[in-house]
């Protein structure tokens, strides 16, 4: 029992037992019985050490005690004596006290606690606790630094034939500048898991058909895939690029219906491009060595020089030096951006041609500078995010990683409070542009954004969003979905994706078309449709049948944790 100056009255506290309910009874730490009790002074001011057990330091504890002591009688005496005021004798007793306790040693005692307080807290639900971004763990490897060789060419050793642009002459919508944004406020923050998963390895020819037939695929829908690549090199333009608009491919001679009007050829070749990419061939290796090469070469060809970077949105240039005058003829957007992007991306990650390391990191910067302070993307730099155009950019963004390109942190913290602000039920749906704009589409958007920004598996709100996406058949008029969904769906696995694939692939087997010159390609009646066209809707369907290796899954076992 510890003695204390004051009064006599005492509190009991006792050993912990299944009465008090903030505390869980079951506890290992709990003492089995109240036995065991501490007296503490309600009053005390201050507490005397009980002495120690052995003989030599029973000895100095005495003779300290009995120095303290006389001081303190000598002290009383004074006091008593009315020679001194009692402010002067308080601080003397005060400083005396201080001294005393900073000449003290205090040693390690061998006796056991003689009384603890522990405890636990517990949670009714521990699975509906949110997981925030910045508390996931970073993996090594995820951006490369400043001096990543990637970056470091100089530009007069590419783009021989495009145009340098003077910044100062274009006038182009401006976005707070990442240097603006508070580095230190990043510096000691986890990396956002980007890069976990989700690489290309299953595209390597050798690996290819095998991960088609055990992820989902068939024999059928690899010669569907096979079959429509086929009839996409047949339309492609002489100068290496592809155009929405059929009716002027000398290869077709409008022998094909359903040609779209969107003027974008950086959109166009793009999409045709990363079909091509998607069932493992590249530049350099399978039987479209030469088609590829020459849509590349298009896509380098049309990257305009800007004070953002490398524009990809299909801008041409006609100055008058003399006049003073430039004119910017436009006929693309970020999603062309974005969509040529993530083909020099995935391209330079396959093949590490060193003649595509300096296109994909200027068009790589040219999505950094463009986003809106709030997060997202939308059609022109700097403008309000909508959920479509940002699940591009990411996408873009996400290649560039995988191609160890440089891509500053915060453009990923930014990216997710853009998609807290357009989500609802936590982040299990999400909206166009603000949560009450709800689309089966936009929450794929979304969710897939979510994997790719470092959500984990297990998220209460990705666990539901999930759910219901896997609920939700594939629409026969609605690739944007179904490419979308495909994807998302095949990362998070189980058998919501098994019952969903097989009705998204037989669907997509058996709408090809088999006859005369648009053997191989697709096309949907459906509220996009006629802007892109037979074009449009063959990608997306060749791009959706090849989601059992273009991209890892991010939540397999094997690929989490592995950065690119």
């Known amino acids: 029992m510890a003695a204390a100056f004051g009064s006599p009255q005492a509190v009991v506290v006792s050993s912990l037992h299944a009465d008090n309910p903030s505390l869980i009874p079951d506890s290992p730490a709990v003492a089995p019985t109240a036995a065991a009790e501490t007296v503490i002074d309600a009053g ?25 002591s006389l001081l303190l009688v000598w002290f009383d005496r004074w006091i008593l004596a009315d020679k001194s005021s009692s402010w002067l004798a308080s601080a003397l007793l005060h400083i ?8 003290t040693i205090f040693r390690h005692s061998d006796r056991p606690p003689q009384a603890w307080l522990d405890g636990a807290v517990q949670s009714d639900n521990l699975a509906a606790l949110d997981a925030e971004l910045n508390q996931l763990a970073s993996e090594e490897g995820e951006v ?14 590419w783009l021989a034939n495009s145009m340098l642009v003077d910044p100062d002459r274009i006038e182009l919508p401006t976005t707070s500048s990442p240097a603006s944004f508070p580095i230190d406020s990043t510096e000691s923050i986890d990396q956002p898991l980007a890069s976990r998963g989700g690489g290309m390895d299953g595209r390597s020819l050798e690996n290819r058909h095998s991960l088609a037939l055990n992820g989902g695929g068939t024999a059928e829908s690899e010669a569907a895939v096979e079959l429509g690549l086929k009839w996409l090199a047949a339309h492609q333009f002489d100068d290496g690029g592809w155009r929405f608009d059929l009716s002027s491919c000398p290869q077709c001679a409008g022998a094909c219906r359903n040609s779209g009007f969107i003027q974008s050829t950086t959109g166009s070749t793009g999409l045709a491009l990363l079909c091509f990419l998607g069932a493992g061939y590249t530049q350099h290796e399978g039987p ?16 305009l020089l800007t004070s953002l970077g490398g524009d990809l949105r299909d801008r041409s240039v006609i100055a008058d030096r003399n006049a003073g005058i430039t004119l910017i003829l436009k006929s693309g957007d970020m999603y062309s951006h974005a969509i040529a992007t993530l083909t020099l991306c995935e391209s330079y990650a396959m093949s590490r041609d060193e003649s595509l390391a300096q296109p994909a990191q200027e068009a790589i910067d040219f999505i950094v500078n463009a986003q809106h302070e709030k997060g997202g993307w939308r059609y022109e730099p700097g403008e309000p995010g909508d959920t479509s155009v940002t699940g591009w950019q990411l996408t873009a963004l996400k290649s560039g990683l995988l191609a160890k390109l440089h891509i500053p942190r915060h453009v990923w913290y930014r990216a997710a409070e853009y998609l807290d602000s357009v989500q609802e039920e936590r982040g299990a749906t999400y909206g166009y542009q603000e ?26 709100p990705m666990l539901k969003g999930m759910a219901r996406l896997a609920d939700q058949p594939p629409e026969q008029n609605h690739i944007y979905f179904n490419y979308y969904a495909a994807q998302a769906l095949h990362h998070f696995g189980g058998k919501g994706w098994l019952r969903w694939n097989e009705r998204m692939r037989q669907y997509l087997v058996e709408s090809q078309s088999n006859g005369g010159h648009e053997r191989g390609s697709w096309y949907f009646q459906e509220s996009w449709s006629d ?5 449009y809707t063959t990608t997306m369907a060749i791009l959706t049948l090849e989601v059992y290796y273009r991209y890892m899954p ?5 690929f989490v944790g592995e950065g690119p």
């Open 44 to 68: 005390a001011t201050s507490v005397i050490e009980q002495p120690p057990n052995s003989t030599s330091n029973l000895e100095t504890y005495q003779r300290r005690l009995s120095h303290d």
């Open 96 to 103: 005396t006290a201080v001294l005393l306790l900073s000449l």
């Open 144 to 157: 490369s630094l400043a001096n990543n060789p990637a970056s470091s060419l100089p530009k007069s050793t």
């Open 288 to 303: 479209y060595q030469e088609v590829i090469a020459k849509g590349l070469y298009f896509l380098i060809d049309k990257m």
């Open 435 to 460: 949560p009450s704009t709800k689309r089966r589409s936009m929450s794929a958007v979304g969710l897939l954004s979510r994997m790719m920004l470092g959500w984990p598996r297990n998220h209460p």
């Open 531 to 535: 802007r892109g066209g037979r074009l």
């Open 554 to 558: 991010m939540y397999r076992e094997e």
